[in-house]
């Protein structure tokens, strides 16, 4: 029975190593680079492209509504640092608290890895966006389900030193 095989029906794999199964080694191509013809100009571009010095602050997956965030940060955008950090903290709302966390953050941010001062620092961005929703359902009567909605939000807030 073994011997009436073909040895040719057989699978590649089973009659031994085959030449095409090697796959040639992927090399990217060697890209050649311009030489650099004034360096006194890289220099300027290089000085025109620094950015002010500043920090920012990410805060994300924050538990609140969206809407109540932005209706904060839209009183504080283009304010000083420490106008914001007043408002925020005399503000009667809760998300006052977040927002106060994450602007301390990016001053903290700004001084560190920029070496920028806080008393020069101002409230160039700040926004919020949507974040993802927890879905919850409740027990109501007559065996009905009543869907609770758990928002979240992702804050950023950047400041930047005067000019």
């Known amino acids: 029975m073994l011997a009436s095989r073909n040895?040719?029906?057989?699978?590649?794999?089973?009659?031994?190593?085959?030449?095409?199964?090697?796959?040639?080694?992927?090399?990217?191509?060697?890209?050649?680079?311009?030489?650099l013809v004034c360096q006194a100009a890289a220099e300027v571009v290089d000085a025109d492209i620094a950015a002010p010095k500043g920090g920012v602050a990410?805060?994300?997956?924050k538990r609140g509504s969206v809407f109540k965030v932005r209706r904060v940060l839209d009183v504080m955008r283009g304010r000083?640092?420490?106008?914001?950090?007043?408002?925020?903290?005399?503000?009667?709302?809760?998300?006052?608290?977040e927002i106060l966390r994450a602007l301390k953050s990016?001053?903290?941010?700004?001084?560190?890895?920029?070496?920028?001062?806080?008393?020069?620092?101002?409230?160039?961005?700040c926004f919020a966006d949507q974040g993802p929703i927890l879905k919850r359902f409740r027990c109501r009567a007559q065996g009905?389900?009543?869907?609770?909605?758990?928002?979240?939000?992702?804050?950023?807030?950047?400041?930047?030193?005067?000019?």
Request: with cysteine; glycine share 4%; proline share 8%.
């Open 144 to 163: 009905r389900g009543f869907k609770i909605a758990k928002p979240t939000f992702h804050l950023t807030i950047r400041l930047e030193e005067r000019a």
């Open 58 to 61: 990410h805060l994300r997956f």
């Open 80 to 97: 000083s640092f420490e106008d914001a950090i007043i408002m925020m903290e005399y503000m009667p709302y809760r998300a006052c608290e």
């Open 106 to 125: 990016a001053a903290a941010n700004a001084k560190n890895n920029n070496g920028a001062q806080k008393s020069q620092l101002v409230v160039a961005e």
């Open 7 to 35: 040895l040719t029906s057989r699978p590649a794999a089973v009659q031994g190593p085959c030449i095409a199964s090697v796959r040639p080694a992927r090399i990217a191509p060697v890209v050649a680079r311009r030489p």
